[in-house]
């Protein structure tokens, strides 16, 4: 019987990803202007940048125990398995509240083939990792094979970007109010990464022209086999830098076009990245 992979928005896969893949989906909350909406559902990314460009300040909120609580009970009564590829626990509370719905669920189920796996990964890092589960879940693949593969690709995966504007990270709590101002004053680019879960100040530069080429820099120091694997590039609403960073990487790693996918930042992700935001994701070759 097939294998349901489960994600939440905070993955930034588009609706084609789901659909072509078979993968389910429980959003993240957006909350602005007063009102709530379902993070890759029923708002646009661009009305969440539109809002933040005019000096707004959206907020969100970790995906319902509800909705966890539901597929899961569903999948356990109609004996179905289901893994459930988590936004890393780091930044969110969502994880959290799915296993507590799985162990409830066990309460009633106990031999309920359902498994919650937290990815450490953001945005479409943690797409990536949820893709390459699909792919296997769609291929025949057992639990053990894709939760094996799924954790190998969390762990290896890097998260390499910069933000347009820190005053949006401070916003969210990720970076001190001195640092915002310091950098924004000094037309400082941050670049970042995840690490553990985390998100993690890597150095900072002086102009955004030296970042793109410190992001491809940074990917040769820390990944190889370029043209062999699936690169990830997301963007807040600034798609000619992505398509600038994803030629740069072409050139430089003899990567086809079609090994690079390049996604916008998601509604919650970008609440708290901002417009103007780039990030790069590919497999490192730490052990």
Request: charged residues 25%; glycine residues 6%.
């Amino acid at each position: 019987m097939a294998i349901t992979i489960l994600t939440d928005s905070a993955c930034d896969l588009s609706k084609k990803y789901y659909n072509e893949n078979n993968i389910e989906m429980i959003p993240l909350t957006v909350h602005l202007d007063n009102e709530e909406f379902e993070d890759g559902r029923t708002i646009n990314p661009k009305t969440v940048y539109e809002a933040m460009r005019n000096g707004k300040s959206p907020k969100t909120s970790q995906a319902s125990a509800q909705d966890f609580k539901d597929i899961f009970t569903k999948h356990a009564e109609e004996n179905q398995s289901l893994i459930y590829i988590a936004f890393s626990s780091e930044l969110s509370g969502t994880y959290q509240s799915a296993k507590m719905m799985e162990l409830e669920v066990k309460e009633t189920y106990p031999d309920a083939d359902i498994y919650v796996i937290d990815s450490k990964c953001a945005s479409f890092g943690h797409g990536l990792v949820v893709l390459e589960a699909a792919k296997l879940a769609n291929n025949g693949a057992t639990v053990n094979e894709i939760i094996e593969k799924a954790d190998y690709h969390a762990k290896h995966m890097e998260h390499i970007f910069t933000v347009d504007d820190l005053e949006y990270l401070y916003r969210g709590g990720r970076v001190s109010k001195t640092a915002a101002f310091v950098g924004g004053l000094l037309k400082i680019k941050p670049l970042l990464h995840v690490e553990d879960g985390k998100l993690i100040p890597l150095e900072k530069i002086r102009g955004s022209k030296k970042v793109l080429q410190r992001m491809v820099d940074v990917m040769e120091s820390r990944g190889q086999d370029f043209e062999n694997q699936t690169i990830g590039i997301s963007h807040g609403d600034d798609l000619s830098r992505a398509e600038q960073l994803s030629e740069m990487i072409q050139e430089k790693f003899n990567v086809a076009k079609e090994n690079i996918i390049i996604e916008m930042v998601g509604s919650a992700i970008g609440s708290h990245s901002g417009p103007g935001t780039l990030a790069l994701f590919f497999l490192n070759t730490n052990k």
